[in-house]
């Protein structure tokens, strides 16, 4: 099945840097790549998403990019402030290869943003 | 607030006992997800309905878990004989039809078997 690695596993940095998480995935039947923010105690929150007929996506300050000849994809986060800092996980799906379209989660980034 | 809802949020039990947790998700969402989290992992998927048919089960949800959706409207997930093992976050998720593939959790509802 499919499997999906996430680095760092945490990540310090000053803000108004940015920030870079990769994931790779194995299976290249995997289509969609959403990434979640996870604050203490919340659910996941939904942030951005990408599917595999784009290379690039942006939203304001967030951006995924996704290499499908390599499998991996990558979340950057241009100038950070200290509200982002959270546990951030990347994800992907199958679907409809798969049809139940669940997704399989990498282990997470703790971002700490520092004022 | 119209995200997906889970109610209890936090629930300590001794073990043997048994729980139950709710969800209602985002209205007109089709398929509802049930995920589990441990604390510093990502969440696993253990099954999901789309309307009121349960079409998948992980290999994680063993016998003593039950999950249901009776009219295609909100979920329950029973845990039967609690372990300590079962201490977790248990997340509920919808998605909307048309948008299957986009996922949107609720809060969660935390487990403390003791």
């Known amino acids: 099945g499919e499997n999906v690695e996430q680095h760092p596993s945490t990540l310090s940095v000053q803000e108004g840097d940015s920030a870079v998480i990769k994931c790779t995935y194995s299976d290249s039947a995997s289509n969609y790549f959403p990434w979640y923010k996870q604050e203490l105690g919340k659910g996941p929150q939904l942030i951005i998403d990408?599917?595999?007929?784009?290379g690039e996506k942006k939203d304001q300050r967030i951006a995924v990019t996704l290499n499908k000849t390599a499998k991996h994809f990558s979340l950057h986060i241009t100038e950070t402030q200290p509200e982002d800092s959270a546990v951030y996980f990347c994800a992907a799906s199958m679907g409809p290869m798969d049809s139940s379209y669940k997704l399989i989660f990498g282990s997470g980034t703790r971002l700490l943003v520092r004022p | 607030d119209t995200g997906v809802s889970q109610d209890p949020r936090h629930k300590i039990t001794k073990r043997g006992q048994n729980v139950t947790f709710r969800c209602d998700p985002i209205?007109?969402?089709?398929?509802l997800y049930w995920y589990r989290q441990t604390l510093g992992q990502g969440p696993e998927f253990l099954t999901y309905f789309q309307n009121e048919a349960q079409l998948e089960k992980s290999r994680l949800l063993s016998d003593r878990f039950s999950a249901e959706r009776p009219k295609g409207s909100f979920s329950t997930l029973e845990i039967q004989r609690t372990e300590q093992g079962d201490s977790a976050m248990y997340l509920c998720a919808s998605s909307l039809k048309g948008q299957v593939d986009t996922i949107y959790f609720g809060e969660g509802s935390w487990l403390t078997v003791v």
């Open positions: 990408i599917r595999s007929n784009v």
């Open positions: 209205s007109e969402h089709n398929r």
